[in-house]
């Protein structure tokens, strides 16, 4: 009895420091952490049309305090002190003087490289629009359109939050010849919280067609582009693997799944609804046949924090020796693996557009990689359960109890969050 209830408590306590765990604020807001590179081949070399949100390109260039006690404003920005704290703006009549200075700010935190040559960037235009407000940048023809207006920024926003803001630059690089590969990083390190979750949309328009390579991160390390439509494909199955195995919340229902078995044919049953369900509404999602209200992301959201408590109740229950029915528990993971589903297609939503090349591949390729996440955390949980078993059949017990209260525990306050979120998008 004392054993059962030191675990229970370690579980709980565990829990409860993962939720004290949060990110530090910055006075850069990171509303959008998202960037596409189109890339266009040209005879002499490379075009790429950059689209990057404001606070990468100058977060990194504040300068020291000055004598009113503010950092001095990195380019085109001015600093405001107001109730949330230190709020940085775009210094509009700066950047319609010259806005290439911008441009060359994001040219200088790119590197490309080809035959082992860095490429030398010559910024041509530069155009920045209020999020929201920006023309498509799905394909090399919208992108190429963005660029088509005389207007660097809007003459209709008075004033503008640098977090609230996108830049595109068009960079030529003068090869003096035609690339066949090439590799893509970035020195850009804005230092905000969220920046290790950016998503990176490299679209190549290279020989052979249009490759769709994704990325995450600040792109510290290369992406290497080349000719090949499985490697830009694999890139896709990378971040499926990185997005279930960096989502708490999916691995926790996994892991609900698996103390919840009780058989390797019930794990089977189980892990097999899930990813049906998820696979339909990945899709689904993606392509939008779902409700676009504002409260649809925060309920669902809601409704995955909820999944795992159920998901953990269950377990507790078969511990207890009321197990489900194995055919009505396929269904209920089924009907959870739709929910899911809908959260790992806004992720993929944030990248891809529904005229994106390659748009199939693409998808499929990024569900290959969540399922291959969600087989990873199988093969390591349930032979780790059924060692400890063997060992210990008490220790395997009460295990179990504790991770299920631990998952009640952390999903209940996510669930209390979103709560809250749910209501303040009504």
Avoid at 293 to 298: H, L
Wanted: include cysteine; charged fraction near 15%.
């Amino acid at each position: 009895m004392r054993q059962s209830r030191l675990l229970i408590v370690i579980g709980i306590l565990i829990a409860f420091v993962g939720l004290g765990l949060g990110g530090a604020q910055a006075h850069f807001n990171l509303n959008l952490n998202v960037r596409v590179f189109q890339v266009e081949h040209t005879e002499h070399g490379l075009r790429l049309y950059m689209r990057v949100p404001m606070p990468y390109l100058v977060a990194g260039e504040r300068g020291p305090i000055g004598d009113d006690g503010l950092p001095k404003a990195p380019p085109y920005t001015t600093n405001r002190d107001e109730v949330q704290g230190l709020m940085h703006l775009v210094d509009i009549d700066a950047l319609k003087a010259g806005s290439l200075g911008l441009g060359q700010l994001a040219a200088q935190g790119l590197k490309l490289e080809a035959d082992g040559k860095q490429l030398r960037p010559s910024v041509l235009a530069v155009r920045a629009y209020p999020i929201g407000d920006q023309p498509g940048f799905a394909t090399l023809d919208e992108a190429k359109a963005a660029f088509s207006t005389g207007a660097v920024f809007p003459d209709n926003v008075p004033e503008i939050y640098v977090g609230d803001t996108l830049v595109d630059v068009l960079v030529e690089y003068d090869a003096g010849g035609r690339i066949a590969s090439y590799a893509l990083s970035s020195t850009l390190d804005p230092n905000i919280p969220g920046q290790d979750k950016t998503a990176n949309a490299i679209l190549d328009y290279g020989p052979g067609g249009v490759k769709v390579f994704r990325a995450q991160g600040l792109l510290t390390e290369p992406v290497t582009i080349t000719g090949s439509h499985a490697s830009a494909a694999w890139t896709f199955i990378v971040e499926g693997i990185h997005h279930i195995l960096g989502g708490l919340d999916h691995v926790l229902f996994v892991l609900c799944i698996v103390i919840g078995a009780t058989g390797l044919g019930s794990l089977v049953s189980r892990v097999t609804g899930f990813t049906l369900g998820h696979s339909v509404t990945l899709t689904a999602g993606f392509l939008g046949y779902v409700p676009s209200g504002a409260w649809f992301i925060p309920t669902v959201e809601l409704g995955i924090a909820l999944s795992i408590v159920y998901a953990a109740a269950v377990a507790i229950l078969t511990e207890e020796g009321h197990p489900a029915r194995e055919r009505t528990m396929f269904f209920v993971t089924f009907a959870i693996g739709m929910v899911h589903g809908l959260g790992f297609s806004f992720v993929l939503h944030e990248i891809l557009k529904i005229d994106s090349p390659n748009l199939w591949q693409s998808l499929l390729s990024f569900n290959v990689g969540v399922e291959i996440g969600q087989l990873a955390i199988v093969l390591v949980a349930w032979p780790s359960l059924l060692l400890l078993k063997r060992l210990s059949a008490t220790a395997w017990h009460y295990s179990r109890l504790a991770l299920a209260l631990a998952c009640i525990v952390v999903a209940g306050y996510w669930a209390y969050e979103r709560v809250s979120a749910v209501v303040d998008s009504l």
